[in-house]
């Protein structure tokens, strides 16, 4: 028996085959013994399921079985059940969409609130700012290598260094910011013995 | 992932914020250093030449502050933090120099150094130069460098010890 044989087998039982089918079905079952006792043995166990269950349904009580049929319904048809709207809250929109708003209002706070630097400016400052330490220079060639340095792009301003080498001990780069821009300043550290320049002769 | 959606937002946010800044908003302020601070930010047609003015200078540690007369241009710079050492300013001599593209030019300062300048390169109100600067009677430049500036800004080189003082130098160029 086939795997055919067993829908056939079942569709009988439940009643699902179409007039045609139940005959020729009949007609087979009168000449296939095994058949025959396969559909025995499934009535037999079909009648025990049933048996069971329904001895099972008489045990429980009315109200009971009424609970569990409105379970059962309740997770069938979700959208009916009073309990499951309950649980579903509906969001304002801006707290649906507040990090899109939140990074919409940034955007607009810099564009807006960044400070603009006039081209010319020729008000009065107080005295001159802090200048950068030498020691934060940004590029300083050692005394034992006086080999070019990588190029220095400061943006902004006034010099920007392309290319230097310190023959000497070593040397510094340094800036002054002030009210009226940026200057640099190079340092060099020649060796410790001074030597008299043409006034002092 | 709702989180690194909206972080990603946000950073596109900021990203096109910053695009829309005019270029204004990164505008320099012009320097002083040793000229009225008049802007001379007008386009400079690529002409080969520059006129420069170096002047030496020797900075003293003794002193009462005061800035002389020739050296009010560059007062706000001689005032700062990186000048604080030094008491007294004296301008020792002042020279001008014409520089091409052609060769370098040689100028020798009576405070023991010889400065060489050459112009590179005139771009859109910059002047690309070269500077080296060399002590009396040594073979090898002190220092070398390739440099742009602002048409007309300054460039400060503090050297060795001359006359009980530091020797300074103040180069600023303009183009012709």
């Known amino acids: ?201 | 992932m709702k989180s690194f959606w909206s972080l990603s937002l946000f950073a596109a946010c900021v990203l096109v914020g910053s695009a829309l800044l005019p270029n204004a908003a990164l505008a320099r302020v012009p320097a002083g250093g040793a000229s009225p601070p008049t802007a001379d930010a007008v386009e400079v047609a690529a002409v080969g030449s520059a006129s420069c003015r170096v002047l030496s200078i020797v900075a003293k540690k003794d002193g009462d502050g005061t800035i002389p007369p020739n050296l009010k241009a560059l007062e706000a710079e001689l005032r700062s933090d990186q000048f604080a050492a030094y008491k007294s300013f004296e301008l020792v001599e002042e020279k001008s120099v014409s520089v091409s593209e052609a060769s370098d030019s040689s100028v020798a300062m009576k405070i023991g150094y010889d400065v060489k300048l050459r112009l590179l390169a005139v771009e859109s109100a910059r002047l690309k130069l070269h500077l080296s600067l060399l002590a009396k009677g040594g073979n090898k430049p002190l220092l070398d460098a390739d440099y742009s500036v602002r048409n007309g800004g300054v460039l400060l080189v503090v050297a060795g010890k001359r006359d009980q003082g530091r020797a300074l130098f103040a180069f600023q160029c303009r183009a012709r």
Do not use: C
Request: net charge negative.
């Open chain 1, 1 to 201: 028996m086939n795997e055919h044989d067993e829908m056939l087998l079942s569709a009988y039982l439940d009643d699902e085959l179409d007039p045609s089918e139940r005959a020729k079905f009949e007609a087979r079952l009168a000449a296939d013994g095994i058949l025959t006792e396969r559909l025995q043995a499934w009535q037999a166990m079909r009648t025990l399921v049933v048996a069971e269950a329904e001895a099972e349904a008489n045990d429980l009580p009315v109200a009971r079985f009424e609970q569990i049929w409105d379970q059962v319904r309740s997770t069938l048809e979700p959208s009916s059940s009073p309990t499951v709207q309950s649980n579903v809250v509906s969001l304002p929109i801006w707290r649906r969409y507040w990090p899109v708003l939140a990074a919409a209002a940034a955007a607009v706070a810099l564009v807006i609130l960044l400070p603009r630097t006039a081209p010319e400016s020729t008000a009065p400052h107080t005295p001159p700012a802090v200048a950068v330490a030498p020691s934060a220079a940004p590029a300083t060639s050692s005394p034992n290598d006086p080999s070019s340095s990588p190029p220095q792009a400061v943006s902004n301003n006034e010099v920007q260094i392309e290319r230097i080498e310190f023959a000497g001990q070593s040397g510094r780069i340094a800036q002054i910011e002030d009210v009226r821009g940026t200057t640099t300043v190079i340092w060099i550290e020649e060796d410790p013995q001074p030597v008299d320049s043409e006034r002092s002769l």
